[in-house]
Protein backbone atom coordinates (compact mmCIF):
# COMPACT_ATOMS: atom_id res chain seq x y z
CA UNK A 1 0.00 0.00 0.00
CA UNK A 2 2.74 2.46 1.21
CA UNK A 3 4.49 1.24 -2.41
CA UNK A 4 1.57 2.43 -4.03
CA UNK A 5 1.12 5.80 -2.52
CA UNK A 6 4.55 6.67 -3.55
CA UNK A 7 4.43 5.68 -7.22
CA UNK A 8 1.23 7.85 -6.75
CA UNK A 9 3.17 10.83 -5.99
CA UNK A 10 6.15 10.33 -8.11
CA UNK A 11 3.55 10.47 -10.92
CA UNK A 12 2.03 13.70 -9.73
CA UNK A 13 5.60 15.41 -9.33
CA UNK A 14 6.04 13.93 -12.84
CA UNK A 15 3.07 15.40 -14.24
CA UNK A 16 3.37 18.90 -12.34
CA UNK A 17 6.88 19.53 -13.40
CA UNK A 18 6.13 18.52 -17.15
CA UNK A 19 3.11 21.09 -16.68
CA UNK A 20 5.25 23.43 -15.50
CA UNK A 21 8.36 22.56 -18.50
CA UNK A 22 6.25 23.21 -20.86
CA UNK A 23 3.93 26.31 -19.32
CA UNK A 24 7.36 27.85 -18.90
CA UNK A 25 8.17 27.23 -22.97
CA UNK A 26 5.14 29.14 -23.81
CA UNK A 27 6.00 31.52 -22.02
CA UNK A 28 9.34 32.16 -23.28
CA UNK A 29 7.97 31.68 -26.65
CA UNK A 30 5.24 34.57 -25.73
CA UNK A 31 8.43 36.74 -24.67
CA UNK A 32 10.20 35.85 -27.41
CA UNK A 33 7.23 36.81 -30.25
CA UNK A 34 5.37 39.84 -28.25
CA UNK A 35 5.78 43.09 -29.74
CA UNK A 36 4.45 46.28 -28.98
CA UNK A 37 4.85 49.20 -32.15
CA UNK A 38 4.92 51.88 -28.98
CA UNK A 39 7.86 50.63 -27.19
CA UNK A 40 11.71 51.54 -27.88
CA UNK A 41 13.20 48.97 -29.33
CA UNK A 42 16.65 48.83 -26.50
CA UNK A 43 13.89 48.81 -24.33
CA UNK A 44 11.97 46.08 -25.93
CA UNK A 45 15.05 43.65 -26.09
CA UNK A 46 15.98 44.43 -22.19
CA UNK A 47 12.35 43.44 -21.66
CA UNK A 48 12.62 39.62 -23.83
CA UNK A 49 16.10 38.84 -22.29
CA UNK A 50 14.87 40.00 -18.83
CA UNK A 51 11.72 38.00 -19.07
CA UNK A 52 13.38 34.69 -20.62
CA UNK A 53 15.89 34.53 -18.05
CA UNK A 54 13.60 34.98 -14.94
CA UNK A 55 11.49 32.30 -16.48
CA UNK A 56 14.41 29.74 -17.09
CA UNK A 57 15.63 30.50 -13.09
CA UNK A 58 12.15 30.13 -11.91
CA UNK A 59 11.42 27.04 -13.78
CA UNK A 60 14.80 25.30 -12.49
CA UNK A 61 14.23 25.93 -9.39
CA UNK A 62 11.10 25.06 -9.21
CA UNK A 63 12.11 21.39 -11.07
CA UNK A 64 14.78 21.05 -8.37
CA UNK A 65 13.14 22.09 -5.32
CA UNK A 66 9.47 20.49 -5.98
CA UNK A 67 9.58 18.30 -2.89
CA UNK A 68 10.02 21.42 -0.11
CA UNK A 69 7.95 23.76 -2.35
CA UNK A 70 4.83 21.71 -1.88
CA UNK A 71 5.17 21.81 1.53
CA UNK A 72 4.23 24.96 2.59
CA UNK A 73 0.83 25.61 0.05
CA UNK A 74 -0.18 22.16 1.59
CA UNK A 75 0.14 23.16 5.29
CA UNK A 76 -1.42 26.17 4.82
CA UNK A 77 -4.89 24.52 2.47
CA UNK A 78 -4.74 22.39 5.55
CA UNK A 79 -4.74 24.59 8.41
CA UNK A 80 -7.17 27.24 6.62
CA UNK A 81 -9.66 26.96 9.32
CA UNK A 82 -6.98 27.81 11.86
CA UNK A 83 -5.73 30.73 10.53
CA UNK A 84 -8.44 32.36 9.47
CA UNK A 85 -9.85 32.13 13.21
CA UNK A 86 -5.93 33.18 14.92
CA UNK A 87 -6.13 36.09 12.15
CA UNK A 88 -9.18 37.72 13.47
CA UNK A 89 -7.71 37.50 17.08
CA UNK A 90 -4.23 38.82 16.01
CA UNK A 91 -6.40 41.91 14.79
CA UNK A 92 -8.99 42.01 17.79
CA UNK A 93 -5.87 42.19 20.34
CA UNK A 94 -3.91 44.56 18.14
CA UNK A 95 -5.80 47.40 19.83
CA UNK A 96 -7.05 45.62 22.80
CA UNK A 97 -7.47 48.00 25.97
CA UNK A 98 -7.83 50.83 23.65
CA UNK A 99 -11.32 52.63 24.00
CA UNK A 100 -11.38 53.32 20.12
CA UNK A 101 -9.98 49.83 19.10
CA UNK A 102 -9.96 49.41 15.24
CA UNK A 103 -10.57 52.86 14.36
CA UNK A 104 -7.00 53.42 15.39
CA UNK A 105 -5.93 51.32 12.60
CA UNK A 106 -7.98 53.74 10.55
CA UNK A 107 -7.12 57.01 11.72
CA UNK A 108 -3.56 57.40 11.58
CA UNK A 109 -3.68 56.38 7.03
CA UNK A 110 -6.56 59.01 6.86
CA UNK A 111 -4.41 61.53 8.72
CA UNK A 112 -1.65 60.83 6.40
CA UNK A 113 -3.31 60.91 3.16
CA UNK A 114 -4.52 64.53 4.60
CA UNK A 115 -1.28 65.56 5.12
CA UNK A 116 0.09 64.92 1.84
CA UNK A 117 -2.67 65.74 0.38
CA UNK A 118 -2.39 69.52 1.58
CA UNK A 119 1.30 69.68 1.44
CA UNK A 120 1.59 68.49 -2.13
CA UNK A 121 -1.15 69.72 -3.81
CA UNK A 122 -2.18 72.95 -1.82
CA UNK A 123 1.46 74.28 -0.76
CA UNK A 124 3.72 72.91 -3.02
CA UNK A 125 0.52 72.49 -6.25
CA UNK A 126 1.67 69.43 -7.67
CA UNK A 127 -1.51 69.29 -8.96
CA UNK A 128 0.28 71.51 -11.98
CA UNK A 129 3.14 69.17 -12.63
CA UNK A 130 0.59 66.15 -12.85
CA UNK A 131 -1.28 67.70 -15.64
CA UNK A 132 1.87 68.72 -17.36
CA UNK A 133 2.54 64.56 -17.20
CA UNK A 134 -1.03 63.46 -18.72
CA UNK A 135 -2.83 63.39 -15.34
CA UNK A 136 -5.63 64.62 -15.40
CA UNK A 137 -7.98 63.24 -12.59
CA UNK A 138 -7.59 65.15 -9.01
CA UNK A 139 -4.85 64.58 -7.12
CA UNK A 140 -6.36 63.68 -3.96
CA UNK A 141 -8.22 60.36 -5.86
CA UNK A 142 -4.83 59.64 -7.35
CA UNK A 143 -2.77 60.41 -4.43
CA UNK A 144 -5.05 57.78 -2.47
CA UNK A 145 -5.20 55.23 -5.44
CA UNK A 146 -1.25 55.19 -4.79
CA UNK A 147 -1.21 55.26 -0.74
CA UNK A 148 -3.67 52.41 -0.45
CA UNK A 149 -1.84 49.53 -1.50
CA UNK A 150 1.03 50.69 -0.43
CA UNK A 151 -0.03 51.26 4.06
CA UNK A 152 -1.04 47.26 3.30
CA UNK A 153 2.41 46.75 1.54
CA UNK A 154 4.05 48.52 4.14
CA UNK A 155 1.91 47.00 7.32
CA UNK A 156 1.88 43.30 5.82
CA UNK A 157 5.79 43.34 5.40
CA UNK A 158 6.43 44.75 9.30
CA UNK A 159 4.17 42.33 10.67
CA UNK A 160 4.71 39.22 8.86
CA UNK A 161 8.62 39.54 9.55
CA UNK A 162 7.96 39.80 13.01
CA UNK A 163 5.52 36.93 13.60
CA UNK A 164 8.32 34.08 14.74
CA UNK A 165 9.03 36.53 17.41
CA UNK A 166 5.88 38.06 18.45
CA UNK A 167 4.45 34.33 18.39
CA UNK A 168 7.71 32.50 20.05
CA UNK A 169 5.46 30.96 22.69
CA UNK A 170 4.11 29.01 20.06
CA UNK A 171 7.36 28.44 18.13
CA UNK A 172 8.62 26.43 21.36
CA UNK A 173 5.91 24.16 20.77
CA UNK A 174 6.54 21.40 19.20
CA UNK A 175 2.99 20.19 17.79
CA UNK A 176 2.09 23.71 17.01
CA UNK A 177 2.44 24.41 12.72
CA UNK A 178 4.27 27.62 13.15
CA UNK A 179 3.92 27.79 9.30
CA UNK A 180 0.45 29.27 9.31
CA UNK A 181 2.49 32.54 11.49
CA UNK A 182 3.18 35.06 8.89
CA UNK A 183 0.09 34.40 6.84
CA UNK A 184 -1.57 35.34 10.41
CA UNK A 185 -0.07 38.30 10.22
CA UNK A 186 -0.69 39.05 6.48
CA UNK A 187 -4.18 38.36 7.43
CA UNK A 188 -4.51 40.49 10.25
CA UNK A 189 -3.55 43.84 8.12
CA UNK A 190 -5.71 43.09 5.58
CA UNK A 191 -8.48 43.74 7.37
CA UNK A 192 -7.65 47.25 7.39
CA UNK A 193 -6.44 47.47 4.04
CA UNK A 194 -9.97 45.95 2.83
CA UNK A 195 -11.46 48.73 4.80
CA UNK A 196 -9.50 51.31 2.66
CA UNK A 197 -10.69 50.11 -0.39
CA UNK A 198 -13.67 50.74 0.49
CA UNK A 199 -12.72 54.42 1.10
CA UNK A 200 -11.07 54.52 -2.21
CA UNK A 201 -13.80 53.79 -4.32
CA UNK A 202 -16.17 56.27 -2.16
CA UNK A 203 -13.63 58.91 -3.55
CA UNK A 204 -13.13 58.22 -6.26
CA UNK A 205 -17.11 58.12 -6.83
CA UNK A 206 -17.37 61.24 -5.05
CA UNK A 207 -15.34 62.84 -7.69
CA UNK A 208 -17.48 61.58 -10.62
CA UNK A 209 -15.64 58.30 -11.50
CA UNK A 210 -18.03 55.82 -10.73
CA UNK A 211 -17.57 52.33 -10.65
CA UNK A 212 -17.05 50.70 -14.27
CA UNK A 213 -16.28 47.39 -15.38
CA UNK A 214 -12.70 47.88 -15.11
CA UNK A 215 -13.09 48.21 -11.41
CA UNK A 216 -13.05 44.64 -11.02
CA UNK A 217 -9.84 44.25 -11.63
CA UNK A 218 -9.49 45.74 -8.47
CA UNK A 219 -9.93 42.31 -7.51
CA UNK A 220 -6.85 40.72 -9.06
CA UNK A 221 -4.18 43.73 -8.14
CA UNK A 222 -5.73 43.34 -4.60
CA UNK A 223 -5.06 39.61 -4.99
CA UNK A 224 -1.38 40.25 -6.23
CA UNK A 225 -0.24 42.75 -3.98
CA UNK A 226 -1.57 40.17 -0.79
CA UNK A 227 0.47 37.58 -2.27
CA UNK A 228 3.50 40.04 -3.17
CA UNK A 229 3.33 41.06 1.20
CA UNK A 230 2.77 37.19 1.56
CA UNK A 231 5.85 35.84 -0.14
CA UNK A 232 7.89 38.73 1.33
CA UNK A 233 7.04 37.73 4.75
CA UNK A 234 8.36 34.35 4.58
CA UNK A 235 11.37 35.25 3.38
CA UNK A 236 11.91 38.32 6.74
CA UNK A 237 10.58 36.14 8.99
CA UNK A 238 12.62 33.77 8.89
CA UNK A 239 15.65 35.45 8.67
CA UNK A 240 14.88 38.11 10.87
CA UNK A 241 15.02 35.15 13.74
CA UNK A 242 19.01 34.82 12.85
CA UNK A 243 19.62 38.10 12.39
CA UNK A 244 17.28 40.99 14.71
CA UNK A 245 18.91 44.28 12.37
CA UNK A 246 16.71 43.40 9.50
CA UNK A 247 13.87 44.83 11.17
CA UNK A 248 15.76 48.28 10.60
CA UNK A 249 16.85 47.56 7.30
CA UNK A 250 13.57 46.79 6.11
CA UNK A 251 12.17 50.08 7.69
CA UNK A 252 14.81 51.63 5.77
CA UNK A 253 14.32 50.09 2.71
CA UNK A 254 10.74 50.72 3.13
CA UNK A 255 11.07 54.69 3.98
CA UNK A 256 13.19 54.73 0.46
CA UNK A 257 10.74 52.61 -1.51
CA UNK A 258 7.89 55.05 -0.63
CA UNK A 259 9.70 57.64 -2.47
CA UNK A 260 11.26 55.26 -5.23
CA UNK A 261 7.13 54.39 -5.66
CA UNK A 262 5.40 56.19 -8.22
CA UNK A 263 3.02 56.98 -5.08
CA UNK A 264 3.32 60.98 -4.74
CA UNK A 265 4.42 61.06 -8.78
CA UNK A 266 3.70 60.00 -11.75
CA UNK A 267 5.58 57.10 -13.39
CA UNK A 268 5.24 59.42 -16.80
CA UNK A 269 7.63 61.92 -15.04
CA UNK A 270 10.60 59.92 -15.62
CA UNK A 271 12.67 59.90 -18.43
CA UNK A 272 12.04 57.22 -20.96
CA UNK A 273 15.57 55.49 -20.21
CA UNK A 274 15.12 54.83 -16.27
CA UNK A 275 11.62 53.68 -16.58
CA UNK A 276 12.72 50.41 -16.90
CA UNK A 277 15.06 50.50 -13.59
CA UNK A 278 11.96 51.94 -11.67
CA UNK A 279 9.94 49.13 -13.11
CA UNK A 280 11.55 46.70 -11.10
CA UNK A 281 9.83 47.38 -8.25
CA UNK A 282 6.72 45.20 -8.26
CA UNK A 283 5.01 47.71 -6.27
CA UNK A 284 4.79 50.05 -9.64
CA UNK A 285 2.85 47.41 -11.25
CA UNK A 286 0.22 47.28 -8.03
CA UNK A 287 0.20 50.97 -7.79
CA UNK A 288 -0.62 51.39 -11.34
CA UNK A 289 -3.31 48.84 -11.68
CA UNK A 290 -4.75 50.47 -8.90
CA UNK A 291 -5.04 53.50 -10.47
CA UNK A 292 -6.18 51.85 -13.84
CA UNK A 293 -9.10 50.19 -11.76
CA UNK A 294 -10.59 53.52 -10.15
CA UNK A 295 -10.13 56.00 -13.39
CA UNK A 296 -8.38 53.94 -16.51
CA UNK A 297 -9.38 52.28 -19.36
CA UNK A 298 -7.27 49.42 -19.54
CA UNK A 299 -7.56 45.52 -18.68
CA UNK A 300 -4.31 43.99 -16.93
CA UNK A 301 -3.19 41.83 -20.04
CA UNK A 302 -2.64 44.63 -22.09
CA UNK A 303 0.54 45.19 -20.44
CA UNK A 304 1.91 42.00 -21.35
CA UNK A 305 5.45 42.43 -20.49
CA UNK A 306 4.60 44.45 -16.75
CA UNK A 307 1.99 41.61 -15.91
CA UNK A 308 4.37 38.54 -16.80
CA UNK A 309 7.64 40.27 -15.03
CA UNK A 310 5.44 40.53 -11.86
CA UNK A 311 4.28 37.07 -11.93
CA UNK A 312 7.49 35.59 -12.69
CA UNK A 313 9.15 37.67 -9.82
CA UNK A 314 6.62 36.71 -7.42
CA UNK A 315 6.94 32.88 -7.93
CA UNK A 316 10.82 33.75 -7.63
CA UNK A 317 10.31 35.10 -4.13
CA UNK A 318 8.03 32.34 -3.44
CA UNK A 319 10.53 29.91 -4.32
CA UNK A 320 12.75 31.44 -2.47
CA UNK A 321 10.78 31.87 0.75
CA UNK A 322 9.61 28.41 1.01
CA UNK A 323 13.38 27.08 0.91
CA UNK A 324 14.28 29.25 3.09
CA UNK A 325 11.61 29.04 5.71
CA UNK A 326 11.42 25.51 5.32
CA UNK A 327 15.21 24.47 6.03
CA UNK A 328 15.56 26.83 8.92
CA UNK A 329 12.35 26.62 10.73
CA UNK A 330 13.73 23.92 12.58
CA UNK A 331 16.26 26.34 14.59
CA UNK A 332 13.80 28.83 15.34
CA UNK A 333 12.90 27.48 18.26
CA UNK A 334 16.56 26.80 19.48
CA UNK A 335 17.39 30.83 18.87
CA UNK A 336 14.13 31.66 20.59
Known sequence: MAGKSTENKH?????VIT?????????????LFHSNPLDNPGTTRLKKISGVSLVVVVCVLFCIFFDQLKTLPLELYQSRGLIWKLAKN???KRYAGSYLGAVWAMAQPVVTVLMYWIVFDKVFNTRSQMIA???????????TAGLVPWFFFQEGTNHGMMAMIEYNYLVKKVVFNISVLPIIKVIGAWFTHIFFVG?????SALYGYTPTVYTIQIVYYDFCLFLLVLAL???NCAIVVFFRDLQQIVAILLQIGMWATPILWDIHMVP??????????????????FRMSMYGDEWFWQHFYSSAYFWILL??????????????????????
Open 233 to 235: AYI
Open 19 to 31: AVILLSIALILLF
Open 133 to 143: SGVEVPYVLFL
Open 11 to 15: TVKKI
Open 315 to 336: LLLFTIGSIMFKKLKVHFADVL
Open 90 to 92: DFK
Open 272 to 289: DQLKPLFKLNPMVYIVNG
Open 199 to 203: VLILV
